[in-house]
């Protein structure tokens, strides 16, 4: 039996508290990072359930140093050169403007502030120039925010990361080496010298893999295996040469690889996805749970001062001066300047950077790591619960995608088409022929013209403005292929598809759309017979039970729920969304059967 104590039974609980934490916030709709953050402490100094220090001792720092590589590779891996298209010149100048702006102020506002020593403020002020992708991405993930801000944001979070990492690294040295009798000049080329050797590395391994990988050179099931060994190697092999160019290195590794071909793109990100997830829920408990009763008591009031110059000052100065000749909106502008939440790289390096000055017997080190993590939990609550709301009181907030988009153009999708437009929601119609397409352009519904597989689809066509896709071509592989790819992307719950009629009764991928599951060739046909598209709505007199008696007489099909609250749930082949009086049913019926509205009404009438 394993005692509570033991490092087995420690680990198993990280994991089902961080993952825990994770899936209560999809639940509740509540900020993930501040979720873990909260029950990390709870864990750590509260109930004393984890206490990393003494339970990894020397493996701490390795850990987080290797699961924050692996997470910024994952955040490079997303970044591709075609979202600058819209964000480019604002990127750059968040970078080459906002970090010096940024490091510059806080400096200022660690020294003025905080109290700290002034080469302490520099090195805490260029740590603060990162946001970091563990907390923006889950937080953008909740947005449906214009992909030009999500873009600016993602790129700013992930290429900042590494660049405040050596801001620090490049004032550590000042420090240790003599501070003011330090070589600056020497201390700025080694750390320029280091940097550029990384983006070497880092490139190189980069396109070695993406070279490998499409000639075959690596089986399928080694892919994953060789590219998380590969990120671990490079990063150690940087950081030998100078600690925190390894950030640097994945940052640009993953680069790479997203913007060249790997014939396996698919499945390494949900490999790489997956992974981060669980590291990032990992160590942000293993973080949080490090904070001790000691630090908080090392926190001084006069740190309250420095997180208002940092949330109300630095940063949106920064912001505004690096945007400034930019043609950015500036209500785009005030909701980046607002939004900066700091997380693991931020604490991470921090306590990194405390641990060694307090050994070189720095005065006032022993106030990093409480600064830091006021900094953390003050900014992860403040963005996290304020980004949605500001966003929406901004205009920002696109607000809930309750679209349906409807791939493959024919007769019954063009139609059907036609019924949800006149339902006052949002539909689309993709299909890569021109010609298929001719017919919805004449009914005057939005079309999209391309593969929606093809990733040059998420330079035009935004899946989170749909809260259903319903694959309905004559392809039976081609449907269930993309239930299968875009399912991971926005949900399994909201793909469905059509089958033929040779296909019906084998179903392998994707639910199979309406409750009778019927066959495209047979819609198809119905349509042609004089069927149409209609809508029920379900009261505590006309109960879903008098609907199901009525469509089983006519034989009309099942297709989907409307809820109150504008949510749209599918009726598939074996399964059965829940309906409730309130709620409005849309229906595949055939010519002689009872006009929907006109039952209701009598039923209404009846009772």
């Known amino acids: ?27 509740t709709g509540k900020p993930a990072i501040a979720l873990m953050l909260v029950a990390g402490i709870l864990a750590g100094p509260v109930l004393g359930l984890i206490d990393p220090e003494h339970d990894f001792g020397a493996l701490r720092e390795p850990i987080i140093k290797l699961a924050v590589a692996v997470i910024l590779f994952e955040g490079g891996l997303s970044l591709k050169f075609r979202e600058l298209r819209h964000a480019g010149i604002a990127v750059f100048m968040l970078v080459v403007v906002g970090v010096p702006v940024g490091w510059a102020l806080g400096t200022a506002a660690a020294y003025y502030g905080a109290g700290l020593p002034f080469e302490l403020a520099a090195l805490f002020g260029g740590i603060m120039v990162v946001t970091g992708p563990t907390v923006i991405i889950p937080m953008l993930r909740s947005l449906n925010i214009t992909p030009r801000v999500k873009h600016m944001l993602k790129w700013e979070a992930i290429v900042n990361d590494p660049i405040g990492a050596l801001l620090a690294v490049g004032i550590f040295a000042y420090i240790t080496h003599g501070g003011a009798e330090a070589n600056t000049i020497g201390i700025a080329t080694d750390v320029v010298a280091a940097s550029l050797l990384a983006v070497i590395i880092g490139s190189a391994a980069g396109f070695a893999l993406t070279f490998a990988f499409p000639r075959g ?22 950081d030998l040469i100078m600690h925190e160019t390894g950030l640097i290195t994945v940052t640009v590794m993953g680069v790479v690889m997203a913007n060249r071909e790997t014939y396996s793109s698919h499945m390494l990100m949900r490999f790489k996805e997956d992974l981060t997830v669980l590291l990032v829920s990992g160590v942000f408990i293993i973080l949080s749970a490090t904070l001790d009763w000691s ?111 409807l791939v493959g153009a024919n007769s019954w999708t063009i139609a059907f088409a036609e019924f949800i437009k006149g339902q006052d929601r949002k539909v689309l119609v993709a299909d890569p022929s021109q010609l298929a397409l001719r017919r919805a352009r004449r009914a005057d519904l939005p079309v999209y013209h391309g593969d929606i597989l093809d ?97 089983k007489a006519s034989g009309g099909d099942s297709l989907a729920v409307v809820k ?44």
């Open 1 to 27: 039996m394993f005692a509570i104590d033991s490092l087995l039974v420690k680990i198993a609980l990280i994991g089902v508290i961080g993952i825990g934490a994770q899936w209560a916030a999809w639940r």
């Open 295 to 405: 630090v908080v008591q090392n926190f001084q009031f006069r740190f309250l001062l420095f997180l208002v110059l940092l949330l109300f000052v630095v940063r949106p100065l920064t912001i505004m001066t690096a945007l400034l000749f930019t043609r950015i909106p500036f209500k785009e502008r005030l909701f980046v300047a607002w939004i900066a939440p700091r997380g693991i790289v931020a604490a991470a390096v921090t306590g990194l950077f405390a641990l060694r000055l307090s050994d070189y017997g720095v005065p006032g080190a022993e106030a990093l790591v409480p600064l830091s993590f006021a900094v953390v939990i003050a900014t992860i609550f403040a963005h996290g619960f304020t980004a949605a709301p500001f966003a929406r009181w901004l205009g920002l907030d696109r607000g809930k995608g309750d679209g349906v988009l």
């Open 564 to 607: 109150p609250s504008g949510d749209l749930l599918i009726f598939s082949a074996g399964h059965r969304p829940g309906v409730e009086a309130g709620d409005t049913l849309w229906t595949f019926v055939p010519p002689d059967a009872p006009k929907p509205r006109k039952a209701t009404t009598e039923a209404a009438a009846a009772g």
């Open 455 to 551: 990733e040059v689809r998420e330079d035009h066509l935004d899946l989170g403005e749909y809260q259903q896709l319903i694959a309905a071509t004559d392809n039976d592989a081609y449907n269930a292929l993309i239930c299968s790819e875009l399912a991971a992307e926005i949900g399994h719950d909201r793909v469905s598809r059509t089958v033929g009629a040779v296909r019906a009764g084998h179903v392998r991928r994707g639910r199979v759309f309406t409750l009778a599951g019927t066959p495209i060739e047979e819609q198809l046909d119905r349509l042609q017979a004089g069927w149409t598209f209609s809508r029920t709505r379900i009261t505590e007199v006309f109960t879903y039970a008098d609907y199901a008696q009525r469509m």
């Open 217 to 238: 050179w690596v089986p399928e099931y080694l892919k994953a295996p060789v590219l998380l060994t590969t990120v671990i190697a490079v990063f150690v092999l940087s």
